[in-house]
C-alpha cells in the first residue's frame, strides 16, 4: 500500500528504512511501530505535486489494524489451545494414575512369560474358530517359539499357554484355520495389573509389569487388585496447569 515511487531522502527516510530491514530480517514482517514511522516517513516526505490522498492514507491504516486484529486473534486462539491441551492431558493423567492396581486389557499383542507358573492372553477368535497356532517373536521380530493350540472355539477366550515356553517378554501371533484351510480372524489383546504410568514422548503409557501400553489402547478395565489403592495425580512431571485452574 506504501507508495513505491514516493522519494525518501531525508534522515527520517532512512531511519525508518534501517527499522524495518532491521523488523523484517527479525521477525519476517513490520510491526505497528515500524508502519507508523514509516508513514509518518512518507508523509513528511511526499511529493507535494502528487500528495497522498486521504482516502488512500485511510485505507492503509484500516489494513493495517486489521492485519494486527488478526494477529492478536490467532494469539489468543493459540493460547487457548495450549490451555486446552494441558487440561486434556491433567484428565488423562488422572485417569491413568486411577487404574494402578487395576486389570486392564488393552489391544495389542504383548505378553510376558514367567519364569515359573502359566502365561495366560485373551483374544477374540472370529468365524467358526478351527485349529490354532501359536508364535513368540521377540524384539525385532524373530520367531523364538512355535506351538500348536489345538482346536480353539469362536469368540472372547483366556488361553493358557504351554508351560514349555521360554521367559521374557515378547509379542505373539495366533493363526486359526477351518475346517476348508481358510484363515479366520483373531483379535489379540494385551493383559496385565497396571503398576505405574509412565510419560514418554508426550503419550501416557501404563506399565504392566515388563510391558508397557498406551493409555488410549486400553478396552477392558477390571477391579482393583486386593492391597493396591489407586492414587489421585494433579499433573505429570513438568506440566502445569492453565492459570485460574486446578
Given at each position: 500500500?506504501i507508495n513505491s515511487t514516493t522519494s525518501v531522502t531525508s534522515s527520517a527516510g532512512a531511519a525508518a528504512g534501517t527499522t524495518t530491514a532491521s523488523s523484517r530480517n527479525s521477525l519476517g ?201 489407586p492414587p489421585f495425580v494433579t499433573a505429570p512431571p513438568s506440566i502445569k496447569p492453565p492459570p485460574g485452574r486446578v
Amino acid at each position: 500500500m506504501i507508495n513505491s515511487t514516493t522519494s525518501v531522502t531525508s534522515s527520517a527516510g532512512a531511519a525508518a528504512g534501517t527499522t524495518t530491514a532491521s523488523s523484517r530480517n527479525s521477525l519476517g514482517s513490520i510491526g505497528k511501530d515500524e508502519f507508523l514511522t514509516l508513514l509518518i516517513a512518507q508523509l513528511k516526505n511526499q511529493d507535494p505535486l502528487n500528495p497522498l490522498q486521504p482516502h488512500e492514507f485511510a485505507a492503509q491504516l484500516a489494513q493495517f489494524t486489521s492485519v494486527e486484529q488478526l494477529q492478536r486473534l490467532n494469539q489468543a486462539m493459540d493460547m487457548q489451545l495450549v490451555s486446552s491441551q494441558t487440561l486434556s492431558l491433567l484428565e488423562q493423567t488422572n485417569l491413568a494414575a486411577s487404574l494402578i492396581g487395576r486389570n486392564v486389557v488393552a489391544e495389542g499383542n504383548q505378553v510376558f512369560i514367567p519364569e515359573s507358573g502359566p502365561a495366560r492372553v485373551q483374544i477374540e477368535v472370529g468365524g467358526s474358530g478351527g485349529k490354532a497356532t501359536l508364535r513368540l517373536l521377540d524384539s525385532t521380530g524373530i520367531e523364538v517359539a512355535r506351538r500348536d493350540l489345538g482346536t480353539l472355539a469362536p469368540g472372547e477366550q483366556t488361553l493358557t499357554l504351554p508351560g514349555d515356553l521360554p521367559a521374557g517378554a515378547y509379542r505373539y501371533e495366533i493363526a486359526v484355520t477351518d475346517a476348508k484351510g481358510a484363515a479366520v480372524s483373531v483379535v489379540t489383546y494385551t493383559t496385565g495389573t497396571v503398576d505405574s504410568i509412565v510419560f514418554k514422548e508426550g503419550q501416557i503409557l501404563l506399565r504392566l509389569g515388563p510391558l508397557q501400553v498406551p493409555l488410549d489402547t486400553v478396552a477392558e478395565i477390571n477391579r482393583a487388585v486386593a492391597g493396591h489403592e489407586p492414587p489421585f495425580v494433579t499433573a505429570p512431571p513438568s506440566i502445569k496447569p492453565p492459570p485460574g485452574r486446578v
